[in-house]
């Protein structure tokens, strides 16, 4: 795609525009937020301003053009999530990416260096949701220390040009590299939890040289600023008076507009053998406490068009939620079944009509034999929620592909999450590898990661395949692989030596070893894939204060699409 970088100066949207080049994109032009005023220090929720100004040579050593506006509008909204608001800098980002489409039409995607923070990434999806953008975070949920040694090995050079946080001097560390850097901030991190790659706002940067660089820069003159004299956490900027550019060998330069890389090949699904063509059961709504599911719903009248006959279905479903006192809104997962996979981008530009971009509900979609086009199973909940909905294309697990969200996690304690395919989240397209299930199961793990949570936490599984392969004792041994896995949101109280009195090894296994897994065939998947993996878990939080035995192996292969929602059902019904 042709991509305009957002760069502030700093290592990060430096280094997320190496990852846009490596993998096949052109970056077309660069694009910055810039303060009334050089060296301004601004008070900004989202844009690092400091250095902002050295941008345009950036672009000069880059050769490519540069497009700036200036920051008028202020953090009005800072609430998690973002709709329209007048005055809020947001909009100004909206006016600077309306000005890039306007000078470069062909412009497809837009680069960001947002790594932990759901603040930035999800301003900068809005706008891009607005402007029929893509956005692309390829530095999104990078373990830090790995990304930090990723950096430097790769070659960027930037250095410190704002330090706030206990441990950095402004008169000592100001204008230090990265790389000289970096053992004081491993030290930092061991003794104040110190973020290696600044996402606490410890300090920024500004890069120097790259390898997108075709000359590198040379600070002439700067001057240090005091901003805040704190006596813990003295904030200091480094002000950039004068500088020049200098020529490289040609040989330290990649070209920002690689040939693409060739696509990723699409597995072809073994064909299956039809069964007998037959409806799902109509099943009831059922109720417990504030959960509803209600399974089953289609259109009675088959002289319909697809359109309206998914307009019907959500037309039964808002009737059925309203007798419940529920809306909508309270959907937290959706089965969507439908008897031809070829018209499931119909369905879901339907689909997306009536949930909120917001806080979508989970989904998963598979084609079965049916006598209607479309029958869902909705799970709806008046439980607190907390909605994990990544649009930008990334390294982390794959980006949204429809009007849903990755997890939706009930009361801080139980995840539901939506259906896997095999791809490859940088590059959005099908495995060419074998192990198609290994792939589903690691994006996976990454969801269930910035979840807090893990695989050993998984309650049940449902996969969905195309071909007679049997998964089950695949999943399983992936469920118990990861053991001695030391996850970031777990404390020194959840290690193996807090209890001799328990076997903790075991203890960790004892769900893994037992959650049911439901393996169904199917005739087809979204997008051609052989599996897609669907899994429910609990938080690591839930698991310390939970004890969930109990549970029954079993493995389906049958057409029964409300399985798991009966089992759901069953397990919360025991454990309220």
């Known amino acids: 795609m042709k991509v305009v970088a957002l760069v502030s100066g700093g290592k990060d949207s430096i280094y997320s525009m190496m990852k846009c080049v490596s993998h096949g994109h052109e970056i077309i032009c660069l694009a910055t937020l810039q303060p009334p005023h050089a060296n301004e220090e601004v008070d900004s929720f989202m844009f690092q301003s400091i250095g902002t100004h050295v941008v345009e040579h950036i672009a000069t050593c880059m050769e490519l053009p540069w497009v700036t506006h200036t920051l008028q509008g202020t953090s009005v909204s800072t609430d998690m999530g973002y709709d329209t608001t007048e005055g809020d800098e947001v909009e100004d980002l909206l006016r600077l990416l309306e000005e890039v ?100 706002g410890e300090y920024e940067t500004l890069t120097l040289d790259c390898p997108l660089y075709t000359k590198r820069l040379v600070i002439d003159q700067a001057h240090l600023h005091i901003h805040a004299d704190d006596m813990f956490a003295p904030v200091g900027l480094y002000c950039i008076d004068a500088l020049h550019v200098e020529a490289k060998e040609k040989d330290q330069v990649i070209p920002v507009n690689p040939t693409p890389t060739s696509c990723m090949g699409i597995y072809s699904p073994s064909d299956v053998s039809d069964p007998k063509d037959f409806p799902p059961p109509p099943l009831p709504a059922r109720q417990f406490r504030d959960q509803l599911v209600v399974a089953g719903i289609a259109s009675s009248n088959s002289t319909m068009s697809l359109t309206d006959t998914v307009h019907d279905v959500f037309a039964q479903l808002e009737q059925t939620l309203q007798s419940h006192d529920m809306t909508l809104a309270d959907v937290v997962y959706v089965h969507v079944y439908v008897n031809n996979i070829d018209t499931f981008g119909d369905v879901n530009n339907v689909f997306a009509t009536y949930f909120p971009a917001a806080n979508p509900p989970c989904r998963s979609c598979v084609q079965v034999h049916l006598s209607r086009d479309i029958v869902l199973d909705c799970w709806a909940s008046k439980a607190t929620r907390n909605t994990l909905h990544v649009r930008s294309i990334s390294e982390w697990a794959p980006t949204c592909i429809g009007p849903y969200s990755q997890a939706n996690t009930l009361h801080s304690s139980l995840i539901l999450l939506a259906g896997q395919i095999p791809l490859v989240p940088a590059t959005m397209t099908l495995s060419s590898t074998p192990d198609d299930l290994a792939l589903c199961v690691s994006n996976v793990a990454g969801v269930l990661e910035a979840t807090e949570s893990n695989l050993r936490h998984v309650v049940s599984t449902v996969v969905y395949k195309t071909s007679r392969t049997t998964y089950k004792k695949q999943l399983r041994t992936m469920l118990t692989s990861n053991l001695h896995r030391r996850d970031a949101f777990e404390t020194e109280g959840d290690s193996d030596e807090s209890d001799d009195d328990v076997d903790k090894m075991d203890a960790k296994l004892a769900l893994s070893k037992v959650s049911p897994i439901c393996v169904v065939t199917v005739p087809a998947l979204p997008k051609g894939a052989s599996v897609e993996v669907e899994m429910v878990a609990l938080t690591h939080k839930a698991m310390k204060l939970f004890t969930p035995f109990g549970y029954h192996k079993r493995t389906c292969i049958c057409m029964v699409s409300s399985f798991d929602w009966l089992f759901l059902d069953k397990w919360l019904r025991n454990d309220q």
């Open 101 to 200: 489409h306007r000078q470069f039409p062909d412009v497809q995607a837009v680069s960001s260096g947002a790594i932990f923070s759901n603040y930035q990434r999800t301003r900068v999806e809005h706008v891009c949701a607005r402007l029929n953008l893509t956005s692309l975070a390829y530095l999104w949920r990078r373990p830090q220390h790995e990304l930090m040694d990723e950096m430097l090995d790769r070659g960027v050079h930037a250095i410190l040009v704002k330090v706030a946080s206990m441990g950095l001097n402004p008169q000592k560390h100001l204008g230090q590299s990265l790389a000289d850097m970096h053992s004081t901030f491993l030290d930092l991190h061991d003794k104040y939890q110190f973020h290696i790659c600044g996402e606490g």
